[in-house]
């Protein structure tokens, strides 16, 4: 870093240091606001963009501190974030509301370097003007589009096949908006969801348990052979309709095919991963079970392509599987989409 950066970046942090003493003094002093808000919200988003864990990790509530396990835990969350969207071009707009007494919600929209459209930073604070929560995701009042993509019409070089048995729909695949959620996503653009459904429904009685959902400790396998070159393991299963958006994946692994292609699953059940870093796996070896770990309300197995190591970054690669049954038909080979029943030939 040069040295004009070196003192941009300094006096950036002073002047951030001065915002949040006189957050804090108005606070204790009982007149944290909503223009208190805007200003400590000003002071924070430079540690959020730059990665720097440990200024926010001081100004979160306890509640906060215990969705995010521990400090470790959220400086990689934040690492693997910014990973994700690049540096921050510029701050197009910010806003404050109170959605009920004792709640300041703070909004941003940022241009990153790494998304293709804007994104919105929220920051929400208690009455005492602690951090109870924050989130970056697309705004809510703008249409999700298409990641532009460079490999639509990148064709699979790994011989890929389903990664469970039995009968699965897919309930989030394709390549637009409408049929997949993960559309607008670099990493994501192609990815997967699947779960099974049985006579319309995903769960047996009223949904409560995990152990309802017909997914739920399924096998999931390894879709080919390859080298695990990432894990993540030890986090909980969420409760039907709760979520871990700090842990997006949640327990999931990496599997190197070769040919710079990169298999991740993600959601599984903690403690049922069978391979760490480094080990070699065959195609059709079981990975783990089924779990609802990570950013997911309920069970299933999440499956995208992708051509390089590290999650969150690199770019999604479409995915053919080989030797498969699509709503009843034996097809050699397939890029399956929402709505359809999918299971292996053999």
């Known amino acids: 870093m040069s040295g004009n950066g070196l003192r941009e970046r300094l006096l950036a942090g002073l002047m951030a240091w001065a915002a949040l003493a006189a957050a804090a003094a108005s606070a ?98 208690d009455a005492g003007g602690q951090v109870s929560g924050m989130l970056l995701r697309p705004p809510s009042d703008q249409p999700h589009s298409e990641y532009p993509s460079s490999h639509l019409d990148y064709r699979t070089r790994t011989s890929l096949r389903l990664p469970v048995r039995g009968e699965w729909s897919v309930v989030w695949g394709g390549r637009t908006i409408k049929q997949n959620y993960h559309a607008y996503t670099r990493d994501q653009r192609f990815a997967l969801d699947l779960l099974i459904v049985r006579d319309g429904h995903t769960h047996a009685g009223d949904g409560k348990r995990l152990a309802d959902y017909y997914c739920y400790g399924q096998p999931v396998l390894a879709p080919a052979a390859g080298i695990v070159v990432w894990v993540q393991d030890g986090l909980p299963d969420n409760p039907p309709g709760q979520m871990d958006p700090a842990h997006a994946t949640g327990n999931s692994l990496i599997i190197a095919h070769g040919n710079g292609e990169y298999s991740l699953i993600a959601h599984l059940q903690p403690g049922s991963l069978r391979f760490k870093k480094g080990d070699h796996v065959n195609a059709d070896d079981e990975l783990g079970r089924c779990g609802n770990s990570g950013n997911t309300s309920e069970p299933h197995v999440h499956y995208h392509l992708q051509a390089g190591p590290k999650p969150f970054d690199a770019d999604g690669l479409p995915v053919t599987f080989v030797d498969l049954v699509v709503d009843g038909k034996p097809v050699a080979s397939a890029e399956i989409e929402q709505g359809q029943r999918v299971r292996r030939a053999h």
């Open 28 to 125: 204790r002093a009982g007149g944290f606001d909503a223009d208190s808000a805007r200003a400590k919200a000003r002071a924070l988003v430079p540690f959020v963009v730059h990665a720097e864990a440990a200024p926010l990790w001081r100004e979160f509530d306890a509640t906060m501190r215990a969705a995010l396990k521990d400090s470790a835990a959220f400086a990689a969350t934040l690492a693997s974030m910014q990973a994700q969207t690049g540096a921050l071009d510029s701050l197009l707009s910010d806003s404050v509301s109170t959605p009920q007494p004792g709640l300041f919600l703070y909004r941003a929209r940022c241009r990153f370097a790494k998304s293709p459209q804007p994104l919105e930073l929220s920051i929400a604070f």
